[in-house]
């Protein structure tokens, strides 16, 4: 079987190879092609590949190429995983929005819609691209802002396309082991948009253990998210958030933080990688797979840094730095369930088909699925209440915009994408930002007045 990992210079790819090297099943993936715009990456990663497939038997073989119709002939999967601007990218967009004063985190907010902005016009003609080459072939999309994007590339390939994220997955594994629960089997009654979310019971045989976690504060206050959050906004909230939600909740709080910061999250990965991948590229360099495994622990460390400061929460636990990554099981699982028709529940990014009410069918969620040969379906999950649907719906209307405006070039609905999200709204920094952004980033001159 083969998989076309497109972004396949990116500095997590290491992390889905490890994961594939593990699986011995039959009908596994024996074939990996990374694509890349940038072939000194390629080369990169494909050295730290080599590095972790030595000594293991019948690895999966790795290619690597810079025409990405070529990584999508006859490929069976499709992992996307682009970044389009780079991480240079991403520290433009945060330190735009923090000068006008609010958030550029790169999936929510101002700095969310400038990512999406420019990332939608690619993600569908990738769209367009697999589905004339590798019509057969399941696109798993890893790529952020990863509901926004599956979204728009679902209008080309429907449900053969699948959004993961980790986020969720690492919230049940955190809240089943505090409460001494086996996460394999317990169900996440989990629902919102990717990184919007609420986990809102844990079903273990049957019984949902989460009201005992909510009535206990040193438990709540055991884990990441309780220290994030505090015990006592968890219980007024009764629902444990995805952590990302700390962007809602402690906004002025985060922003401040990140103003403050010597420098911004995007612009510490940058520079951080930017030193490995020149490592790699000198004649004789450093050991790829040490140095990348180094550098990897380094990021995990520092991961929603700025958010622990503001809310006091401390270092991040042991266990979720041994534990870090975790998409690539997702991917990993789902590609199982699909191809050998081994059933599993996960929790992924799909067209809605009625599951949470008050959206339309069309609408990509995140929420538990039922995944087979057919496809991911999405299981009954009890609805949005109050401020969680209102929230959400607010924020779908803005995914809509940029849907719209990457559609139709209209600056202006690009305008109201900004203007109406919950975190900048305020119509005059929306046009400055608009305007900010353009200028920065060429991949939005196709935005015109």
């Not at 074939?31 to 990663?45: H, I, K, Q, S, T």
Request: overall charge negative.
């Amino acid at each position: 079987m083969r998989l076309a990992l497109l972004g396949g210079g990116g500095f997590r790819v290491p992390l889905v190879y490890g994961a594939l090297l593990g699986d011995r099943a039959e009908g596994r993936v024996t074939e990996v092609v990374l694509y890349d715009v940038d072939a000194g990456r390629l080369a990169a990663v494909a050295r730290v590949l080599a590095d972790q497939a030595a000594g293991v038997p019948d690895a999966p073989a790795v290619r690597v190429t810079t025409d990405l119709d070529e990584a999508l002939r006859g490929a069976d999967f499709v992992f996307s995983a682009i970044r389009v601007g780079g991480l240079a990218g991403r520290a433009a967009d945060e330190r735009i929005a923090l000068a006008e004063g609010v958030l550029g985190q790169e999936t929510v907010g101002a700095g969310g819609i400038a990512y999406g902005l420019r990332t939608v016009p690619v993600a569908v003609e990738i769209a367009r691209r697999t589905a004339r080459l590798a019509p057969d072939a399941w696109v798993i999309n890893f790529t952020n802002p990863a509901g926004l994007v599956t979204e728009a590339m679902a209008a080309v390939l429907g449900d053969r396309v699948i959004g993961i994220c980790d986020s969720p997955v690492g919230l049940g594994r955190r809240v089943a082991r505090v409460l001494g629960a086996d996460p394999g089997s317990a169900f996440a009654d989990y629902a919102g948009l990717n990184h919007l979310g609420w986990l809102r019971g844990l079903r273990v045989g049957g019984r949902d253990v989460l009201p005992g976690l909510l009535a206990d504060p040193a438990l709540l206050g055991s884990f990441e998210e309780g220290r994030l959050f505090g015990p006592e906004w968890l219980r007024s909230l009764g629902a444990i958030p995805n952590e990302y939600l700390h962007y809602y909740y402690f906004n002025r709080e985060t922003v401040a933080a990140y103003r403050s910061a010597e420098r911004t999250r995007g612009a510490f990965l940058h520079e951080q990688q930017d030193r490995f991948y020149a490592a790699m590229g000198r004649p004789g360099g450093a050991p790829a797979l040490e140095t990348w495994d180094r550098t990897r622990a380094e990021r995990e460390a520092t991961y929603m840094a700025h958010n622990r400061e503001a809310s006091g929460a401390g270092e991040r636990d042991a266990a979720d730095l041994e534990e870090s990554g975790g998409y690539e099981r997702v991917a990993l699982a789902l590609m199982r369930a699909v191809a050998r028709d081994e059933r599993a529940t996960l929790i992924l990014n799909v067209r809605n088909r009625g599951t949470l009410p008050s959206l339309d069918d069309e609408a990509v969620v995140e929420v538990p699925c039922l995944v087979d040969a057919n496809g991911a379906h999405p299981v009954s999950v009890s609805p949005l209440t109050g401020h969680a649907a209102a929230l959400v719906g607010a924020v779908k209307a803005v995914e809509r915009e940029v849907l719209a405006a990457a559609e139709s070039g209209d600056r202006e609905r690009a305008v109201s994408a900004f203007a109406l999200h919950p975190l900048v709204d305020s119509v005059t920094v929306a046009r400055r930002l608009v305007d900010a952004y353009t200028a920065a980033h060429p991949g939005l001159a196709y935005l015109r007045r």
